[in-house]
């Protein structure tokens, strides 16, 4: 009787083991996509502040604004948002403000780039319903305005005003979504701002060893720790192009 119980605990010994090396082997292999330094590609948006009195005037307006929009407080500003550069931007229909700056909460970075309209140049006749002043610089309440409505490419980034992040570190979160993933790896892309819920989210891809022009790329909410999974070609020919166009 031992002898038959030793018997069947072998045989299901060697099942789990061919099992686990039959999951090995079907597991997918792909190759981490070496992205440039992160900071690095971002290094233009470290330009000069704008001087001049009509810039300031539209920082502390822009501030006013992407505040209100994201119900941050001074101090949550004050700890997490950075201002990088600002400028103004003539074009044949008018001028827009810009700004770029960083959002830091904890060792998570994003990068972002506002802008927005503030002086619309005489007989535009643009966005008739929401008659904004021509020919003058723009009011707090006209730029509110233009934004709701997203006139003349005006826009805010929508923020989460949480600052707490599910993970410890960067490599934390990666070692979360590579084993999410069921890959072998994965290689970090970026952090960016999700439109939607205005968190935080890490992005990582790679490449398939064994599929032609084939890549995955992973996301990774750092707020709520939701993950999505992508595949997508790792680049575009003419023939893909047109396939995805049909």
């Known amino acids: 009787m031992r002898n038959l119980i030793f ?3 072998f045989i299901l010994i060697m099942i789990v083991a061919s099992c686990d090396s039959n999951n090995e082997n079907s597991q997918e292999k792909v190759s981490c996509i ?3 330094d992160y900071n690095y590609r971002y290094n233009w948006i470290y330009g000069p502040l704008c001087p001049s009195d009509t810039c300031q005037k539209y920082v502390l307006i822009w501030k006013a604004l992407f505040m209100e929009k994201n119900n941050l407080s001074p101090q949550y500003f004050k700890d997490h948002i950075i201002v990088c550069s600002s ?3 003539v074009w044949n229909e008018g001028i827009s403000f810009s700004i770029c700056y960083k959002i830091k909460i904890d060792w998570a970075v ?13 007989g535009n006749t643009r966005y008739p319903a929401l008659d904004l ?3 003058t610089l723009l009011a707090k309440e006209d730029i509110r305005l233009a934004l709701d409505h997203r006139a003349y490419s005006s826009s805010i980034l929508l923020l989460s005003n949480n600052d707490t992040l599910k993970f410890d570190s960067k490599e934390e979160a990666m070692g979360d979504l590579i084993n999410t993933s069921g890959l072998n790896t994965l290689c970090f892309s970026e952090i960016d701002v999700d439109g939607v819920t205005g968190h935080m989210v890490l992005y990582a891809g790679a490449q398939y060893e064994n599929k032609f022009n084939s890549c995955v790329q992973g996301s990774l909410d750092l707020m709520d720790g939701k993950t999505t999974f992508t595949d ?6 003419l023939n893909s192009y047109s396939e995805n166009n049909n």
């Open 133 to 135: 002043p021509k020919d």
């Open 232 to 237: 997508s070609p790792c680049y575009y020919t």
């Open 34 to 36: 070496e992205y440039p």
């Open 110 to 122: 994003a990068y972002n780039c506002d802008q927005f309209v503030i002086k619309i140049n005489k």
């Open 7 to 9: 018997v069947l605990q």
């Open 87 to 89: 400028g103004n931007n």
